[in-house]
């Protein structure tokens, strides 16, 4: 099987914004705010893992995945060895509109092309949906290393129907701490395929006023706690929202027989490489799916599992071992969402060589995935 990789949960802070027309005044505006703003959160988390593959794509240059980004090294005074800048046009949803721009710094902890054990930066984003304008800005600090990613920064989001604002900031004293959701008590998927540990604010703007709130997730829980709620109407009168919960499950309404099909995954990992395979998925029971890569027959590739992870239909983990030839072989676990719509998944990886003089080291890989 070949590698895949990390996404970067940055798709949280430019999830959100609200539908179309402008808000009536309801009898209870902030809680009925709060109630958009939490449906607005549950569509959009499927979105979480492309930033993240977007970013791990553009540090593999010349490759399809970095698209129109280009990566240099940074020979400005003071550089730490092995940073580079990159900037550049770029197509996010693969509609052939190059629709975003991505730019920033990162430093590896050695040398991308031939180790990984982390690295850390910054990077911004600029979104412009043709005839509609301007809709998205954030900025992002990270750090990620073999084991979990760091987060900070801020990212609005602007309706450009409704004219609905939704700023998200996580405090750089205090990083969102992200890893992928493995079942296990301390890794409990709280967005779908990824646990999440740590404090989130969101300022919702809209035409019946502003809502601010404090998001808290726990690796330990599926649900997301909003506390800190408040509600300001368009007369300055404000007035306590109160405290509230939220199951944030991709795919809640969906199955596992939504993966059935046929599709061509196009992956890249750090150290750098990249590559593409195709696979099939079958629906097993009712919470795993089998994976064939390469079909349509077992002869000619492996045969594999992953299972639904923690009640969300539309997020899998799994596992492919010993892979690889003799001396060389590697064990690698992955997560993988599915998008809106079925047509296509992202997925992140970890890999490590179980055997040889690598024995203990490996990489990370994200990968984007087309129903064919």
């Not at 097993?284 to 009640?311: C, F, K, M, R, W």
């Amino acid at each position: 099987m070949n590698r895949w990789l990390i996404r970067i949960p940055v798709v949280l802070l430019t999830a959100c914004g609200g539908g179309g027309s402008s808000d009536p005044v309801p009898a209870n505006p902030g809680a009925t705010l709060e109630t958009k703003l939490k449906a607005d959160m549950a569509r959009s988390l499927p979105l979480v893992a492309n930033f993240e593959s977007s970013l791990i794509g553009v540090l593999n240059p010349g490759t399809p995945l970095a698209q129109g980004v280009a990566m240099i090294p940074d020979t400005s005074p003071g550089a730490a060895p092995h940073s580079f800048i990159f900037s550049g046009p770029y197509d996010g949803n693969g509609d052939s509109i190059n629709e975003s721009t991505l730019s920033g710094r990162v430093t590896f902890n050695g040398d991308p092309a031939f180790e990984w054990s982390g690295m850390n930066g910054q990077v911004s984003l600029d979104v412009n949906i043709p005839v509609l304008g301007h809709v998205y800005r954030g900025d992002l600090a990270f750090n990620v290393t073999p084991s979990e990613r760091r987060l900070s920064g801020s990212g609005t989001f602007t309706d450009p129907l409704s004219g609905n604002k939704t700023t998200m900031t996580i405090a750089a004293t205090a990083p969102l701490i992200v890893k992928p959701a493995t079942g296990l008590a301390s890794a409990t998927a709280n967005a779908c395929a990824y646990s999440l540990d740590g404090r989130m604010q969101i300022r919702l703007e809209a035409t019946s006023g502003t809502l601010v709130s404090t998001w808290n997730f726990a690796p330990g829980s599926s649900s997301v706690l909003i506390n800190a709620a408040s509600f300001t109407d368009s007369s300055g009168q404000s007035s306590v929202v109160a405290d509230s919960s939220v199951d944030l499950k991709c795919g809640a309404s969906g199955s596992n027989a939504d993966w059935a099909g046929s599709y061509e995954m196009s992956w890249a990992c750090l150290p750098q490489e990249s590559g593409s395979f195709r696979f099939t998925m079958t629906a097993s029971g009712a919470d795993a799916v089998n994976i064939d890569d390469d079909p349509p027959g077992p002869a000619d590739g492996s045969l594999y599992q992953a299972s639904v992870v923690n009640g969300n239909p539309h997020s899998l983990r799994g596992a492919y071992n010993l892979s690889g030839p003799p001396g060389n072989r590697f064990s690698e676990d992955f997560n993988w969402s599915l998008r809106k719509g079925g047509t296509s998944f992202t997925q992140v990886s970890r890999y490590t060589f179980i055997e040889g003089a690598n024995q203990g080291k490996g990489g990370i890989c994200i990968g984007n995935a087309r129903r064919l």
